[in-house]
T-cell receptor
Framework: AQSVTQLGSHVSVSEGALVLLRCNYSSSVPPYLFWYVQYPNQGLQLLLKYTSAATLVKGINGFEAEFKKSETSFHLTKPSAHMSDAAEYFCAVSERSNYQLIWGAGTKLIIKP | DAGVIQSPRHEVTEMGQEVTLRCKPISGHDYLFWYRQTMMRGLELLIYFNNNVPIDDSGMPEDRFSAKMPNASFSTLKIQPSEPRDSAVYFC???????????FGPGTRLLVL
């Protein structure tokens, strides 16, 4: 069965610093991979997705993620954090056979002024 | 498109009462997912439908929970009788064949007293 591991339930960075949120997956087939963001009291919103095209995927709000097959990773990065990036971020992998997404536990990003 | 619509946005009820949550997926989407989100258990898939047919309800916690999709534009999640431990945010999401991206509604925040 597929699984997703997000390292760190909370990540704290200073405004202007690099953001790195880690996601590792296990999958027996080439996966589709997703990052979603959830702002307080809102639903989940797609940030970016990997569907076997370019390994470096650019998303909204300056975020990007790189698919590394050898490391089974799909880490999310942003060069310079902004206060508005404070939210919870979820990594997910697709079970290609049935359209379900397997979700990580989420990482809460805290931005220090 | 208006996106996924959920109602009500907030529901406060007393233990033992019946609760009905409603969802209107994005027009043209043929997959519909019901999730529950709590601090303790994170994001859990309860049930999902394809072309109005329930495909996997293994995440439904108990017989007190039931879900229906009478047509392509409407689904309900019912809890009868409700219990305090059902307090959570319930999300509906939809997707369409060929694109495994799930689009989330704003959620229903349920509090059972």
């Amino acid at each position: 069965a597929q699984s997703v591991t997000q390292l760190g339930s909370h990540v704290s960075v200073s405004e202007g610093a690099l953001v790195l949120l880690r996601c590792n997956y296990s999958s027996s087939v080439p996966p589709y991979l997703f990052w979603y963001v959830q702002y307080p009291n809102q639903g989940l919103q797609l940030l970016l997705k990997y569907t076997s095209a370019a390994t470096l995927v650019k998303g909204i709000n300056g975020f990007e993620a790189e698919f590394k097959k050898s490391e089974t990773s799909f880490h999310l990065t942003k060069p310079s954090a902004h206060m508005s990036d404070a939210a919870e971020y979820f990594c997910a992998v697709s079970e290609r056979s049935n359209y379900q997404l397997i979700w990580g536990a989420g990482t809460k990003l805290i931005i220090k002024p | 498109d208006a996106g996924v619509i959920q109602s009500p946005r907030h529901e406060v009820t007393e233990m033992g009462q019946e609760v009905t949550l409603r969802c209107k997926p994005i027009s043209g989407h043929d997959y519909l997912f019901w999730y529950r989100q709590t601090m303790m258990r994170g994001l859990e898939l309860l049930i999902y439908f394809n072309n109005n047919v329930p495909i996997d309800d293994s995440g439904m916690p108990e017989d007190r929970f039931s879900a229906k999709m009478p047509n392509a534009s409407f689904s309900t999640l019912k809890i009868q009788p409700s219990e305090p431990r059902d307090s959570a945010v319930y999300f509906c999401a939809s997707s369409f064949w060929g694109d495994e991206t799930q689009y989330f509604g704003p959620g229903t925040r349920l509090l059972v007293l």
